[in-house]
């Protein structure tokens, strides 16, 4: 087990044998196998537990795009990885200490990720000549020796499921599906994980077929009384709860906080919502969130395609509602079109988009944070867009309360990234207090707002006169009487929006809405150098902030320095960002895309910043950022 | 925007939309904005035959939003003084649709051309006629490409020599009405720019309508492809090949015959098809009367299919007029409902069910 501070053993009776009990402070457990094995729902339920037990904790799924691959093969595996301890973690770990494998692909895709002396628990009922074949096994694994540097448990899980749940007359292949719960019971024995709250679940789950409801919970006390009557396992493992801040806590992956992000901006906006989407992996679950909570005011609608989506979002908010629209992949390229239409008659609309590996179709399921340059640039034209990006699964729900408030107060549409790894990622999250939301209520224009008398509109409605302080436009909504006035995507004139074509009045609109976009008022960055002495500082945005800040603990621990950014808000950055960024000999700009963020950041202040760049599709590790970070350290030192 | 209480579907087109009792002019819808369609454009009669229209329903003019796509014809909402958008090229069905669910004490028209609505916005044209969105969407089919000076269009005659197509085009055209009847529009009409009377009559009708309402209107431009409606409008042509449908009357159409009505009628034919007879050979009995409240939608396409891309028989008039639930009073329920039956407490929600504490 990977723990830093040493371990505790002690023997204790547990139940009907002496097992020992070692403690550890944190435990990563990876559960693999096929499409159809379950994996998510296992991996899910074992981090429910927990939660419920109080350990902090990160997850990451990690899926095929195919909804059922062919069987045992390497394209169906499927794996769920947990990383849970006794104190505030920041990332779902670089590699497992535990393996469960429930097939022959399972464990090939996954074991040169488990190190040496790490825990292999194997299914061995699907390790048949046939199933070994299909993966490219010449020999058994399990009975050739390469598996010796690992502890491995050979486990036949699928023929004591079975036996397990023979009273409730299932058929086999029935009987057979519940081994992923014979696998949760095993380890919640093994790490002393709270039950109930699985068995509850399984009942309600499978409310309406009591037998398959039965068969579950069955096979989960099969696995937990097999760890506690067999010999096989010595040991068991105790995670402590986290000594995390105070307060009421629960799980919540990003998708879900994104989705109580936008029913908060209902309320706290007292706007109806309208979610103009089409669906696509991995944004979908955004949508299906939101279409439970009708009774917040909130309308989804599915439409024909993305544009469409955006496009009724955005008819919304021309008529008062706030416009929301969530994609990934290339649907935000089929967006780009409707925000510039935003863009130019200044609404408020919420663009959502979780970013998945590209180009093209790219890799659906995987992660990616390469639509940074889109979101800022990708449209016809000089085409302003705010920008903000959640860093953890939690922080969504911030993130979309932020994007809202920009989006209503500068009447403008704002692009919130997200991306994989936050989406389907889960952490424990502080339930906020209500009372502590900011007010996002706006006004609407119910009155004539041209200077009285002769001139431009004397009296009338001027719908492009703007605020002097936000440069945002009157927001006047139809069926508001004497304010009726036409908007659309041709070039407005200054004030009256009427169509014009003048060049010096194009000039000015194209600065003016470039100029509102730049006022936007972002909190300044905080740098995070404990030491306060670092010459290097790492800048990162977005989902990489986890395993940045593992990393720059890593390297704090090794007794070096280093100052680490975190950027929410990507247009406009952060006023003191240059200031900061002056301050040290050595910026360094980890992102998964080939150096976006970085390309921005030189341009604007003219740093030299140095990029590391990663577009596997998989979140940084810790470990590999504390090498890039160790050489930087070190570099500055020498130089 | 506060959702008005919902009956479905009783309502009628524009019962949620607040009504005045001043006296509305056709000036009154007129914007201060110059009208920049080319001289003897059909769209300037249109633009006049919907201003002189519109009064007549007696609405509040805030209450009423005109949006449009892109094209000469989506230039429309500029010249009145309602409120308006012109959005971007194919997409007003989509924008529409978002604003006319949010908000049902508007009246929502689209405007938009056979390029905006049938190439690159057929997509969302067939969607908003299937969900039923109540939208009234005025088609401007002119047959050819205006705004970007005259290359073929989806309803160009094939064989048509334009800049784009100097040995003609290859593409068989859409019949609009087909189109729409395909995607199960709940009322479809088609007018002539130039018969003022018989294109107030649709619109009367399809304001009245509840749900989507697609009216086609042959709009002649004089730039690009002037003349293409002549024969329909010349005397002496004009009553062999137009077809007009009045609802509870026969279909009847041509000089008329010994009982002072057309000469030819339109009759049943093979499996489920109409044709166009001799009343004087099929007898007055064998003539169709019209009934575009005929729930079957196959009537109303073999209606359309009269029409032929060399307008030898063109059929005008609503084809069909049914009751059918919208999309936007059904969503508005939906809410209405959630929000009766449930209580919004956004720190339930926050909170969950499965919490723990720290201390
Ligand atoms: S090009 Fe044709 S359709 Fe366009 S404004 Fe001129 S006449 Fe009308």
New interface residues.
């Given amino acids: 087990m990977s723990t830093t501070e040493g371990a505790a053993k002690t023997a204790v009776a547990n139940g009907t044998r002496q097992t020992e009990i070692t403690k550890l402070d944190r435990v990563v457990i990876r559960f693999a196998g096929d499409s159809g094995d379950g994996m998510q729902l296992t991996g899910d339920r074992f981090t ?1 537990e927990a ?4 350990n902090d904790l990160a997850t990451q799924p990690n899926f095929p795009a195919e909804i059922r691959a062919p069987q045992g093969t390497m394209a169906g595996v499927s794996s769920f990885q947990v990383h849970f301890a006794d104190y505030d973690i920041l990332t779902p770990g670089d590699r497992p200490d535990v393996l469960v494998a429930m097939n022959p692909a399972a464990l090939k895709a996954n074991i040169k990720d488990l190190p040496a002396g790490g825990t292999l628990i194997v299914n061995t009922d699907e390790f048949a000549k046939r199933n070994l074949a299909k993966v490219g096994y010449d020999a058994d694994p399990l009975e050739d020796g390469s598996l010796d540097s690992y502890q491995v448990f050979k486990v036949a899980m699928a023929t004591l499921t079975i036996g397990a749940v023979e009273s409730t007359g299932l058929g086999k292949k029935d009987a057979e599906r519940c081994k992923n719960m014979f696998a949760l019971g095993l380890l919640s024995w093994m790490y002393h994980r709270p039950t109930e ?1 699985t068995e509850r679940f399984l009942r309600e789950k499978f409310a309406r077929k009591p037998e398959i409801a039965e068969a579950n919970v069955l096979a989960f006390r099969a696995g937990w009384n097999y760890g506690e009557t067999t010999e096989a396992f010595a040991v068991t493992y105790e995670v402590a ?12 992956t990003g998708n879900t906080a994104l989705a ?1 992000g936008i ?2 901006s209902a ?1 706290q906006s007292k706007l ?1 919502v ?1 979610l ?1 989407t089409y669906p696509i992996t991995p944004a979908s679950d955004i949508l299906h969130e939101l279409s439970k ?7 989804t ?1 599915q ?3 993305e ?3 955006i ?11 706030l ?1 929301v629209t969530s994609t990934s992949g290339p649907g935000i390229a089929l967006k780009a ?2 925000i ?2 935003g863009v130019m ?1 200044e609404l408020p609309l919420v663009v959502i988009d979780v970013q998945r590996g590209g180009p093209s179709t790219g890799l659906p399921t995987k992660t990616e944070q390469a639509d940074l340059l889109q979101a800022m640039y990708g449209r016809n034209g000089e085409c302003p867009v705010p920008v903000l990006a959640p860093q953890s699964p939690a922080d969504c729900f911030r993130t979309a309360l932020e994007a809202t408030k920009i989006a209503l107060t500068y009447r403008t549409p704002v692009l919130l990234l997200s991306d994989g790894a936050v989406a389907n990622g889960s952490e424990p999250w502080l ?4 009372a502590d939301l900011p007010d996002l209520t706006v006004e609407f224009a119910t009155e004539p707002n041209a200077p009285e008398g002769g001139g431009e509109g004397g009296g009338g409605f001027l719908p492009y006169l703007r605020d002097p302080e936000t440069l945002a436009r009157p927001w006047a ?14 070039e407005k004139a200054d004030r009256t929006g ?2 014009s074509y003048d060049p010096d009045n194009h000039d000015r609109m194209v600065r003016l809405r470039q100029a509102k976009v730049d006022g936007i008022q972002v909190p300044d960055v905080t740098v995070d150098d404990p030491s306060g002495k670092a010459q290097v500082l790492v800048l990162g945005w977005g989902s990489s902030y986890g395993p940045i800040g593992a990393a720059c603990r890593r390297v704090r621990k090794l007794g070096h320095s280093v100052a680490q950014v975190h950027l929410r808000h990507l247009n406009p950055f952060p006023a003191n960002l240059g200031e900061v960024l002056a301050g040290y000999s050595k910026v360094i700009i980890p992102e998964m895309n080939l150096g976006q963020l970085a390309m921005l950041i030189r341009a604007r202040y003219l740093v030299d910043a140095q990029s590391y760049t990663k577009v596997a599709g998989l979140p940084f590790k810790a470990e590999e950022l504390q090498n890039v970070l160790l050489d930087a350290v070190k570099g500055v030192h020498a130089a | ?1 506060t959702a008005v209480d919902l009956g479905l579907p009783q309502l009628g087109g524009l019962d949620l939309v ?1 009504t005045t009792d001043e006296p509305q002019k056709a000036k009154d819808y007129k ?1 201060d ?1 110059e009208v920049r369609w080319c001289p003897g454009c059909g769209d300037y009669v249109v633009l006049n035959a919907v201003q002189s229209f519109l009064p007549t329903l007696g609405l ?4 009423i ?1 005109f ?2 796509g ?1 094209g000469c014809s989506s230039r429309f ?2 010249y ?9 090229h194919g ?1 007003a069905p ?10 049902p ?2 009246s929502v028209w689209v405007v938009t051309g056979d390029g905006d609505a049938l190439s690159i916005g057929g ?2 044209l067939i ?1 908003a006629l299937r969900r039923n969105v109540n939208l009234k969407i005025l088609l401007f089919n002119n047959r050819i490409y205006g705004l970007t000076k005259g290359q073929y269009s989806p309803t160009s005659e094939e064989g048509k020599i334009t800049k784009s197509t100097p040995l003609g085009s290859l593409d068989h055209p859409f019949n609009p009405v087909s189109l729409a009847l395909g995607a199960e529009a709940s009322f479809v009409g088609r007018a002539l720019d130039s018969d003022r009377k018989g294109l107030t009559e649709v619109l009367r009708q399809a304001a009245a309508h509840r749900g989507s309402a697609l009216v086609e209107i042959y709009q002649n431009c004089p730039i690009f492809n002037d003349g293409a409606f002549d024969v329909l409008k010349e005397a002496g042509q004009a009553e062999e090949r137009l077809i007009p449908l009045v609802d509870g009357e026969p279909i009847r159409f041509g000089s008329p015959g010994p009982d002072g009505l057309g000469e030819y009628g339109v009759v049943r034919s093979g499996f489920a098809g109409l044709e166009v007879a001799k009343v004087s050979e099929v007898g007055e009995d064998a003539v169709i009367v019209h009934d575009s409240s005929h729930h079957d939608p196959s009537y109303a396409f073999a209606l359309s299919r009269l029409s032929t891309q060399d307008l030898s028989h063109v059929v005008t008039g609503v084809f069909r007029n049914v009751e059918r639930s919208t999309y936007d009073d059904l ?2 329920r ?2 209405a ?3 009766e ?4 407490d ?2 339930a ?4 069910k ?6």
């Fill in positions: 429910s939660a419920a037990f109080g709250g709860p986290a000594k995390l801040a105070p307060g009421t806590y629960r799980q919540i109580y029913v908060a309320v109806p309208l103009g909570y009708k009774h917040f005011g909130i309308t609608f439409a024909e395609d544009i469409a989506g496009g009724a979002a955005l008819g919304a908010s021309y008529g008062g509602a416009g079109e409707t510039g239409l008659t339930v906020p207090d209500i909504l139809p069926g508001t009487p004497g304010l009726q006035h036409r908007i659309g995507g041709l009427n169509i | 925007m607040p914007s904005q509040k003019r805030e209450n939003v949006v449009s892109i909402p500029y009145m003084n309602t409120y308006g958008m012109h959005s971007i997409r989509a924008i529409a649709t978002g604003l006319a669910v949010s908000r004490d508007l997509n969302h969607h969503a508005r939906q809410v409902q959630a929000k039956s449930k209580t919004a956004l720190q929600l926050l909170r969950g499965d919490t723990w504490t720290v201390a």
